[in-house]
């Protein structure tokens, strides 16, 4: 006659292991730490660094190119004389208050108030300074630009209505560009992975576009002072991401151990 089936423990007498899946008993002190709140990853390309550095190149020679072309300025000045010559009140007021929106003020303002409602109701700090650093990106950039290339803005007595007169040698890249396409990415890296994904790249690319326009129709640049605002915005958005993937996670880490384990944001609570 045979004794009772033996009753099978999951956990040795008195004690609080777990079994693994391969059966093997582990210790609490062996099981893996809660990890915190994970940083926002930003869309990386594999060869970010070497993209990066092509189209930063690639702003400064057709920068160059344009400088240094005879009759290159006077050429591509003819199409703000023809934009100049067929004003329309209807196309005037989309072109001014685009000047406005995506100036220095309006942009650093706009920044601000999306950052901090994303901070405040979308996802926490890290993704509110991942979007504020991708957006305000394309200004920088721009200004290191005109910086190296140094042109000078289309002469306003040569246009027949000139809409906002500006001087100076800061017109090659265009800020405004610069700054809605880098906008753009950065909307467009809040809504990826959503249904609104494609609309969103859609909307901000043809946003860019309507930017461009306006900034030949009233005649402050030059159309490749335009294109390579594309280039120049894009070059730091590239960079950032590679940046801000490597490190960042190293600050969440060092912020961390300073504050002694807590989570990333959990200071104020």
Same mark, same amino acid.
């Given at each position: 006659? #045979?004794?009772?089936?033996p009753?099978? *423990?999951?956990?040795?007498?008195g ?5 693994? *899946?391969?059966?093997?008993?582990? *210790? ?7 990890a915190?709140?994970?940083?926002? +990853?930003? =869309?990386?390309i ?13 702003v !400064? +020679? ?8 005879p ?8 199409i ?9 009140a209807?196309? #005037? ?10 100036? =220095?003020?309006?942009?650093l ?9 994303i901070?405040?109701f979308?996802?926490?700090?890290p993704?509110a300074?991942?979007?504020?650093l ?15 290339v140094? *042109? ?5 007595a040569?246009?027949f ?5 500006? #001087? ?8 405004? !560009? ?16 959503t ?8 909307? +901000?690319?043809?946003?860019a576009l309507i ?10 640049h ?5 294109a +390579? ?8 958005v590239?960079?950032l991401?590679g940046l801000?993937?490597?490190?960042? =996670? ?7 151990v #300073?504050?002694?384990?807590? =989570?990333?944001?959990a200071?104020?609570?």
């Open positions: 006659m #045979t004794g009772p089936a009753v099978k *423990r999951d956990t040795p007498p004690g609080d292991g777990a079994l693994s *899946r391969s059966g093997v008993l582990r *210790r609490p002190d062996a099981l893996p730490p809660t915190g709140p994970r940083l926002w +990853a930003l =869309p990386q594999r060869h970010w660094l070497v993209l990066g550095i092509l189209l930063s190149a690639a !400064v +020679a057709l920068g160059v190119a344009a400088q240094l072309t009759g290159f300025s006077a050429a591509e000045l003819g703000d004389q023809d934009l100049s010559h067929h004003h329309a209807a196309l #005037t007021a989309v072109a001014m208050a685009l000047n406005v929106v995506f100036g =220095p003020v309006a942009g303002a706009l920044i601000g108030a999306t950052a901090l409602s901070w405040l979308r996802g926490g700090l993704k300074v991942a979007f504020g991708v957006a305000s990106s394309g200004w920088v950039a721009s200004e290191i630009f005109k910086l190296i140094a *042109r000078q803005r289309p002469n306003p040569l246009l209505d000139p809409l906002a007169p500006e #001087t100076g040698s800061n017109s090659f890249p265009s800020g405004h !560009v610069s700054f809605a396409v880098a906008l753009g990415f950065a909307v467009y890296f809040l809504a990826r992975g249904r609104w994904a494609k609309v969103t790249a859609a909307g +901000a690319a043809a946003v930017v461009a326009w306006s900034r030949l129709y009233i005649g402050v030059y159309p490749t002072d335009v +390579a605002s594309f280039l120049a915005a894009s070059a730091a590239v960079l991401a801000w993937n490597r490190g960042a =996670p190293r600050m969440a880490d060092w912020r961390r #300073t504050s002694g384990g807590r =989570p990333l944001g200071e104020g609570k």
